[in-house]
């Protein structure tokens, strides 16, 4: 579902994603709106980009300086209020116990503000992937990692059984051929796993150790070499668009262009000049 943007002086957008786990997006810029104790029955995954927010869980005060991240458990009451001038700019997801499971809450209540660089990114890279229709599958498998870094924190004795040796080229040749039986139609991380039988994480990683590219990225480069064969066929765009597993033209021309380094209507000239 696309964003909803509430036109508004303190502005709010959010949508639902078809990204398994994630119940929705939410990006809001608040000057002076303070939320009163209330509860959620998801995970609350949250980064400040601006300014700071204070807030209370548990019975203690807690705060959200734009380096960290911060992680709210489901059934926890909590508020929040701006604590600069400024007000805040936010973006959070609300995700489901597919991500984490419930026996974590404990722990997220005991540490609910983590101060992780590499966390902080790799959240932010979801919500990019997020704010494009279309990279469904990047951000679902960015996102299988924003999980595992976030139950290392949780449950750090797990580090080291997330951490052995995940070479499994079998396993990679065997996603490569779903991707590649599923090009149009793609197939989400969840699908995949339950198909496949690992966990996703373990997907990502065998995937890129064998191949040296991503499996969101190997699924565009496909979808791109079949659009530049529909192309060269005659067919317009928009129908290439659809008919290589693209959102929408927008979306074809996007990958098209930087893969290839041209437009998929330069291109289609281009190839029909030659003929």
């Given at each position: 579902?696309?964003?909803?943007?509430?036109?508004?002086?303190?502005?709010?957008?959010?949508?639902?994603?078809?990204?398994?786990?994630?119940?929705?997006?939410?990006?809001?810029?608040?000057?002076?709106?303070?939320?009163?104790?209330?509860?959620?029955?998801?995970?609350?995954?949250?980064?400040?980009?601006?300014?700071?927010?204070?807030?209370?869980?548990?019975?203690?005060?807690?705060?959200?300086?734009?380096?960290?991240?911060?992680?709210?458990?489901?059934?926890?009451?909590?508020?929040?209020?701006?604590?600069?001038?400024?007000?805040?700019?936010?973006?959070?997801?609300?995700?489901?116990?597919?991500?984490?499971?419930?026996?974590?809450?404990?722990?997220?209540?005991?540490?609910?503000?983590?101060?992780?660089?590499?966390?902080?990114?790799?959240?932010?890279q979801v919500h990019a992937a997020l704010a494009r229709p279309g990279e469904e599958l990047e951000a679902e498998s960015r996102l299988t990692f924003v999980g595992e870094r976030l139950r290392q924190h949780l449950r750090p004795r797990d580090g080291e059984r997330i951490r052995r040796d995940l070479r499994d080229p079998g396993l990679a040749r065997r996603l490569r051929e779903l991707l590649d039986a599923r090009v149009a139609e793609g197939v989400t991380l969840e699908e995949a796993s339950a198909v496949l039988r690992a966990h996703p994480a373990h997907l990502v990683r065998a995937f890129s150790g064998a191949y040296g590219i991503a499996p969101h990225q190997y699924l565009t480069s496909r979808r791109v070499e079949r659009a530049r064969r529909l192309l060269l066929d005659g067919v317009p765009p928009g129908e290439t668009a659809v008919a290589a597993g693209f959102y929408d033209q927008a979306h074809l021309t996007r990958h098209f262009r930087r893969l290839v380094g041209?437009?998929?209507?330069?291109y289609r000239s281009g190839g029909g000049s030659r003929r």
């Open positions: 579902m696309a964003p909803r943007q509430e036109a508004a002086a303190e502005s709010v957008t959010a949508w639902r994603p078809a990204v398994p786990g994630v119940m929705e997006v939410f990006h809001a810029r608040f000057t002076e709106y303070a939320y009163p104790m209330h509860v959620h029955d998801a995970w609350t995954l949250l980064i400040v980009d601006d300014g700071a927010v204070r807030y209370d869980l548990d019975r203690h005060e807690h705060g959200t300086p734009h380096d960290t991240v911060t992680l709210l458990p489901p059934h926890v009451p909590h508020n929040g209020a701006p604590a600069t001038p400024g007000g805040f700019r936010k973006r959070v997801l609300y995700l489901d116990t597919r991500q984490l499971p419930t026996e974590l809450i404990g722990a997220a209540v005991d540490r609910p503000d983590l101060r992780d660089p590499l966390l902080r990114r790799r959240v932010g041209v437009t998929p209507g330069r």
